[in-house]
């Protein structure tokens, strides 16, 4: 028997390395609570092994060591490994809503990644879910109030270690449809997750909790530091904007992947977006970028009509990327967001979304990725990590 986690075909290479390094945590826990043999192989279906194409957008290992280090450090050791899992479960459970997609509208799944099962509101409901199917299977025998408050407080830490992340979460929903993002971490990052998975694991193994107390204490400290980097990234990217003579400008600052070290500034000013590189470490160093006009359909898309599908999901995209809109410099048809790039001083977007100009007045748009990382640019991404110089 193969015991399998499904995850969507297609995910980038260094998220499905995480997602098998998740399903080896949840094996060790499956078998230290005897609900599989030690010799039932435990890995990802066929399918999600694949990572050529598309784009996975969870990040599942980081959110099953947060959801399970938590009910692991706060709650009775008796049940330790079996709560732990619940735990570990419940804090992936959210992210169920990456397969709520369509094959005709390409947007959709933006619409409602971290809406909904992501909003505290929904924390009560979900934890609920998770917790009448653990008591199902292999949580049986544990008094369901105690499942789910392992599952709720799982589930809880989901949303909020998204809304530090840089994607952004719709916890007040339905209240709101402001994207809440923080900015203080990256959506991978090991310094964050490694020390919590030691901690989860020398907790089972050694039935202490204090492992997880530590590993739930050192993830704490982190985010602090990752909001203290964010705020002294955004003031040199005021610094950087006053000396351009730009004022009155708002600065955002995103980590880039694994590090809080180095970050990208974005701001917008009299119609251009501007943006830089800044790695703040013991020093400041900074990698100038360059600017870019805003996205203005009336100028890029004269011929768009508003009311067609196609203008619809212009503004859907314009909302999920807060405005950061700007035509990509290659394709004149492509819209993209200007948050996110491979490089954090380079300003063409990773993905976006792209016009026929033929298309039916039914017919969406297209939604593109541009991920494609040759080696030179991964060693200049690698160079401003270490601080390094770079060429102009």
């Not at 692991?72 to 570990?88: F, H, N, P, S």
């Not at 351009?244 to 500034?265: C, D, E, F, Y």
Request: aromatic share 10%; net charge positive.
């Amino acid at each position: 028997m193969l015991v399998g986690v499904a995850a969507p075909a297609g995910g980038r290479v260094a998220k499905g390395l995480k997602a098998r390094v998740v399903v080896g945590l949840l094996g060790t826990i499956l078998r230290r609570a005897n609900i599989v043999s030690s010799r039932t192989p435990i890995g990802l279906p066929r399918r999600a092994r694949k990572f050529s194409k598309g784009v996975l957008i969870l990040d599942p290992l980081s959110q099953a060591a947060v959801g399970a280090v938590v009910p692991q450090a706060i709650m009775k050791r008796q049940e330790i490994i079996r709560l732990t899992l619940v735990g570990a479960l419940s804090g992936m459970a959210p992210d169920l809503d990456v397969f709520i997609r369509s094959d005709t509208d390409p947007l959709l799944f933006l619409e409602y990644h971290r809406q909904f099962t992501h909003a505290l509101i929904f924390i009560p409901v979900g934890s609920l879910l998770c917790a009448a199917v653990f008591t199902q299977t292999f949580a049986r025998g544990i008094p369901f109030l105690t499942v789910w408050l392992a599952a709720c407080l799982g589930y809880a830490t989901h949303g909020l270690l998204d809304a530090c992340t840089t994607y952004g979460t719709l916890l007040l929903w339905p209240f709101s449809d402001a994207r809440i993002a923080w900015n203080s971490i990256a959506v991978i990052d090991p310094l964050f997750t490694v020390p919590l998975v030691v901690g989860i694991i020398w907790g089972l193994v050694r039935r202490n909790v204090w492992a997880a107390r530590v590993g739930l204490l050192w993830a704490l400290c982190y985010l602090g530091v990752g909001l203290i980097q964010h705020d002294r990234a955004a003031a040199v990217g005021q610094a950087l904007a006053a000396d351009r003579g730009h004022s009155g400008v708002s600065v955002s600052a995103k980590p880039t992947l694994g590090n809080v070290l180095l970050w990208k500034v974005i701001y917008r000013h009299q119609g251009q977006f501007w943006v830089d590189a800044v790695r703040v470490g013991f020093g400041t160093r900074v990698y100038p970028g360059g600017s870019i006009p805003e996205f203005d359909p009336g100028l890029h898309l004269p011929w768009l009509d508003n009311a067609s599908q196609q203008g619809r999901d212009l503004e859907r995209f314009r909302w999920f990327s807060s405005d950061y809109l700007a035509m990509d410099t290659d394709n004149p048809l492509l819209v993209v967001d200007m948050r996110y790039s491979l490089l954090p001083n380079e300003i063409k977007g990773l993905w976006g979304i792209e016009f026929d100009p033929e298309a039916s007045s039914q017919a969406h748009v297209r939604y593109r990725a541009q991920r494609s990382a040759d080696a030179q640019r991964a060693g200049l991404l690698w160079a401003m990590l270490k601080g390094a110089e770079v060429p102009d």
